[in-house]
């Protein structure tokens, strides 16, 4: 069973009160990152694993991609990005990521924010994302770095006064099912190394381009003060990789 918290009432009234979720991309504190890892949109068939609201869909079609598709589980989360959607050249698919099956040399750009880390096999995605891209195709992804999901409470350790004192990493070698909190619901998580994630990638036939672990801009440590304790320990990771084109037999 796929999970899908956010068609639960509850939890999504929660989610759709997050900064994020009200302001978009700009008040994703690792946005900053993960738009310099962005290929060239232009002209470019893009899919978005995990849309949610549409965001990166809306700013692909900003940067004047030819078409783009956006693959969610939740219908909550496809009628929000439909309504703030007005443009024919995206559309919406409700499919678990893990069902995904595209046509072979499909996209130029596959990009997927946030979602990884809720399924249970990335080696099985990278497969078919390296099959649905085209030769020269660029797939770039973010996901809740193997530092924060090593451990079920994903939180700081405290001293007596609620000061945060560090930040622990346990059972890091030990992948698999995270049972965590998020908002107002427990979520299954899904934590792999560092070395798994790019592995994986590499197996699949993919090149790395890059790999990121990025903390909050300047302009966001201004503007919100808890900011600062993003920079004791990462919470995103960002990995840009490329299928190379075959080379030629002539």
């Known amino acids: 069973m796929k999970q899908n918290k956010y068609d639960d009432p509850n939890f999504f009234s929660a ?13 994703a504190g690792e946005w900053h990152v993960l738009k310099e890892l962005m290929p060239e949109l232009r002209n470019k068939s893009v899919l978005d694993l995990g849309c949610g609201f549409g965001w990166h869909c809306r700013f692909a079609l900003e940067q004047q991609a030819s078409s783009v598709v956006g693959v969610d589980i939740s219908e909550k989360m496809l009628q929000k ?11 919406y698919i409700k499919m678990p990521i893990e069902d995904i099956n595209f046509s072979d040399s499909q996209f130029d750009v596959v990009i997927s924010s946030l ?9 099985a995605i990278c497969k078919k994302v390296y099959d649905c891209l085209k030769p020269g195709g660029t797939f770039v ?3 809740e770095h193997p530092i924060f999901t090593s451990r079920n409470e994903q939180d700081w350790y405290y001293d007596d006064q609620g000061e945060r004192l560090h930040w622990p990493v346990d059972k890091y070698q030990d ?5 965590t909190s998020f908002l107002t619901e ?4 899904y934590h792999r190394t560092i070395s ?4 994986d990638l590499i197996g699949a036939g993919f090149s790395l381009r890059a790999v990121k672990e990025p903390m909050p801009s300047d302009e966001m440590l201004k503007s919100i003060p808890e900011m600062e304790y993003e920079n004791r320990r990462p919470m995103f990771l960002m990995i840009s990789v490329e299928k ?5 037999n002539n």
Do not use: C, W
Request: glycine share 4%; charged share 30%; proline share 6%.
């Open 15 to 27: 989610y759709e009160q997050m900064p994020r979720s009200v302001k978009g991309l700009e008040a």
């Open 81 to 91: 990005a439909r309504e703030k959607t007005d443009d024919p050249l995206i559309s």
């Open 115 to 123: 979602a990884f880390h809720y399924i249970k096999s990335f080696e």
């Open 141 to 143: 992804f973010s996901v």
């Open 175 to 179: 992948e698999g099912v995270r049972e």
């Open 186 to 189: 427990n979520v299954v998580k």
């Open 196 to 199: 798994t994630y790019i592995n």
């Open 244 to 248: 190379e084109i075959a080379p030629s």
